[in-house]
């Protein structure tokens, strides 16, 4: 069992970094311009929680302006002609890659004095486009340091044979891991498509398959308290888990931004996101249930208030781990204690 478990009841991604490397490792999380076929190909604007940031870092938010999205270019190249424009708008995607990075080492330098570095293409979907545009951007982006881990936020349906390839090339002796971070949510199928995530659970075991043929370490989304889900939902969740056996889960509770069809649904009374209380005990009923082994990456979220409609009384993000633990000791719990084994492993021959 490894020692950071026993100390933190669940397997905490800071300890599992601290074993790996010795020193402190952080993430330096990039929104590399991409978007999101959910929320552009016409299919009615994307999951109903999504807002337009679509999970940034904390040190890019000062102004919260966005960047170019793939295809989007100023409106001074309306005129241009289009390849001009597709360059133009690459160039700007490259210089604000360029600059994120260094602020973010920068950052991570000052404040923990971290030099082991992590790159975390974080935002939207950061596989979608083409094969030549992803070789592209990532090329740029891990230039600009020797980092130890690449990790890539996209959705199962952004995965195919020829992405992981590109992928997992990536892997050398400077670049030890590489991690795909894949957005399940739910177990539930009505529920993904009351979400609208426009994928299946299906979808998803196919794309851990094709990645995990290439050596690629997987990272499950998953939200706890999604409207109409209980219990039993929640325990499809936890066997898809389970099943698929990532290396990793981050776990988050349901966040309502304002702005977002959920908050519509929200304000029509239609479900309540569940407070601190609610999702301390939907997180230990869940953790209980999956592996011990599997790293847990998150275990709340952190959309800033200014854009968070509800849950509106919830703890800070520390007071919020404090409070778990204690109350995983106080009732003898820790990860694993009622996981049981699954006949078959998705991606396993
Ligand atoms: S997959 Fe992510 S970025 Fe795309 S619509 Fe859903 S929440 Fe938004």
């Not at 604007?45 to 938010?61: E, K, L």
């Not at 094969?131 to 740029?140: F, G, N």
Request: net charge negative.
């Amino acid at each position: 069992m490894p020692w950071e478990f026993v100390i933190n009841l669940y397997r905490s991604y800071t300890s599992y970094l601290k074993n790996l490397y010795g020193q402190p490792t952080y993430r330096i999380g990039v929104d590399a311009g991409f978007s999101c076929p959910n929320r552009d190909c016409n299919r009615f604007g994307g999951c109903t929680y999504c807002d337009d940031m679509g999970a940034t870092a904390v040190y890019h938010r000062s102004t919260e302006s966005g960047m170019a999205k793939t295809g989007q270019v100023n409106q001074s190249l309306m005129k241009e002609d289009v390849s001009t424009a597709k360059e133009h708008s690459m160039q700007m995607r490259k210089q604000s890659i360029y600059e994120q990075i260094h602020k973010g080492k920068e950052f991570l330098v000052r404040r923990y004095r971290a030099h082991n570095h992590i790159l975390y293409l974080q935002s939207y979907s950061n596989t979608f486009g083409s094969i030549d545009e992803l070789r592209e951007i990532y090329d740029h982006a891990l230039k600009q340091d020797d980092f130890v881990e690449f990790v890539i936020a996209t959705r199962p349906d952004c995965i195919n044979e020829e992405i992981a390839d590109l992928i997992a090339s990536y892997k050398s002796d400077t670049i030890k891991d590489i991690w795909v971070e894949l957005g399940l949510q739910s177990g539930n199928e009505q529920t993904l498509t009351a979400i609208n995530r426009g994928h299946t659970v299906a979808a998803c075991e196919k794309a851990v398959g094709i990645l995990r043929e290439r050596g690629i370490k997987i990272s499950l989304h998953v939200i706890l308290g999604l409207p109409l889900e209980g219990y039993s939902e929640l325990e499809e969740t936890a066997s898809v888990v389970r099943a698929i056996a990532p290396e990793a889960v981050k776990i988050h509770n349901l966040h309502v931004p304002i702005r977002t069809r959920m908050y519509y649904q929200y304000q029509l009374g239609e479900f309540n996101p569940p407070a601190q209380r609610r999702h301390i005990s939907y997180t230990i009923w869940f953790l209980e249930r999956i592996p011990a082994d599997i790293i847990i990456q998150r275990v709340v979220c952190d959309t800033p208030s200014h854009r968070l409609a509800a849950p509106v009384r919830f703890g800070a993000k520390g007071s919020f781990v404090h409070q778990l633990q204690k109350e995983m000791e106080e009732r003898g719990s820790y990860q694993g204690r009622l996981s049981i084994e699954d006949e078959h492993h998705v991606g396993e021959a």
